[in-house]
């Protein structure tokens, strides 16, 4: 059973860091592709940054230069260090696994809340 389990949201001035960690069972960790999600109050959830088994990166557009992704495949673990926060980056964040060969993210974790004060 694959099973994500995120944690490192809260609350936090605008301007500031935060790290999102998700630890990820129950899966050949280094051959997936894990990204993470938010999804905003009364907005659609939106892919934030990905990284794929060979460690390549990719980012929305909102969040490039802010957030970085980064996997430790000893741990099986993804991280989302986000800097330079601001309050539109307010959102629920969902890890979420695909796997090798697949198209889709069909595996999710139970979401962490992340709130940006101004």
């Known amino acids: 059973q694959v099973q994500l389990v995120e944690s490192g949201g809260g609350l936090v001035q605008a301007g500031g860091s935060l790290r999102l960690s998700c630890v990820v069972s129950?899966?050949?960790?280094?051959?997936?592709?894990v990204g993470w999600h938010r999804q905003a109050p009364g907005k659609e959830r939106e892919l934030v940054a990905r990284?794929?088994?060979?460690?390549?990166?990719n980012y929305a557009d909102s969040v490039k230069g802010r957030f970085t992704i980064s996997r430790d495949n000893a741990k099986n673990t993804v991280y989302l260090q986000m800097n330079s926060l601001k309050p539109e980056d307010t959102a629920v964040y969902y890890c979420?696994?695909?796997?090798?060969?697949?198209?889709?993210?069909?595996?999710w974790g139970q979401g962490t809340q992340v709130t940006v004060s101004s």
């Open positions: 979420a696994l695909r796997k090798w060969g697949d198209l889709t993210y069909e595996y």
């Open positions: 129950g899966y050949i960790f280094s051959i997936a592709t």
């Open positions: 990284v794929a088994s060979s460690g390549t990166t």
